[in-house]
T-cell receptor, first 114, second 113 residues
Framework: KAGVTQTPRYLIKTRGQQVTLSCSPISGHRSVSWYQQTPGQGLQFLFEYFSETQRNKGNFPGRFSGRQFSNSRSEMNVSTLELGDSALYLC?????????????FGEGSRLTVL | QKEVEQNSGPLSVPEGAIASLNCTYSDRGSQSFFWYRQYSGKSPELIMSIYSNGDKEDGRFTAQLNKASQYVSLLIRDSQPSDSATYLCAVKDSGGGADGLTFGKGTHLIIQP
């Protein structure tokens, strides 16, 4: 069974640009969550989607957005990039309905903002 | 604001000994507790979940939960060099909604051969 797939794995952007990250969950998983990981703040929750609906959002500015498609694939977008957005962005899927903490993480998309 | 606290380490344990990792959390409404392991350069992987007070054993791993003390621990018996990693404690409230996990910053564990 294929795991959670994230693309791209690495990307470099400059301040002010925008970026879109993609996540394909494990087949059959309908819940997708996004997390940001940095050395200083650790893992922080961005948002969670279930059946194309955003169920909740973490404490991030509106520049961070996401969506989920009918096939459960998800994308997240960061607009007007700032240096502090440099991080590893992790997508995780779950087989259970929204609200579980039993997550399967992808390998992440490492974003560098120059 | 919900907080999960862990000693960052490094925690150095000789091979074959018991490694004990600890975690405290601030939100008394927390209902679900998890331990994730993250190898350097890799993504986190779930190793234990615990939902009620007491101990839960899975192979060499034992998770312990004390909700009254707001304390979660992970014991690794017969520690192996392959257990060297960062261990992340994560907590979720019962909210009924979809709040994400609140993670601690992790304890770096080193198993010395």
């Amino acid at each position: 069974k294929a795991g959670v797939t994230q693309t791209p794995r690495y990307l470099i952007k400059t301040r002010g640009q925008q970026v879109t990250l993609s996540c394909s969950p494990i087949s059959g998983h309908r819940s997708v969550s996004w997390y940001q990981q940095t050395p200083g703040q650790g893992l922080q929750f961005l948002f969670e989607y279930f059946s194309e609906t955003q169920r909740n959002k973490g404490n991030f500015p509106g520049r961070f957005s996401g969506r989920q498609f009918s096939n459960s694939r998800s994308e997240m977008n960061v607009s007007t990039l700032e240096l502090g957005d440099s991080a590893l962005y992790l997508c995780a899927s779950s087989s259970r309905t929204s609200g579980t903490g039993e997550l399967f993480f992808g390998e992440g998309s490492r974003l560098t903002v120059l | 604001q919900k907080e999960v606290e862990q000693n960052s380490g490094p925690l150095s344990v000789p091979e074959g000994a018991i490694a004990s990792l600890n975690c405290t959390y601030s939100d008394r409404g927390s209902q679900s507790f998890f331990w994730y392991r993250q190898y350097s350069g890799k993504s986190p992987e779930l190793i234990m979940s615990i939902y009620s007070n007491g101990d839960k054993e899975d192979g060499r791993f034992t998770a312990q939960l004390n909700k009254a003390s707001q304390y979660v621990s992970l014991l690794i018996r017969d520690s192996q060099p392959s257990d060297s990693a960062t261990y992340l404690c994560a907590v979720k409230d019962s909210g009924g909604g979809a709040d994400g996990l609140t993670f601690g910053k992790g304890t770096h564990l080193i198993i010395q051969p």
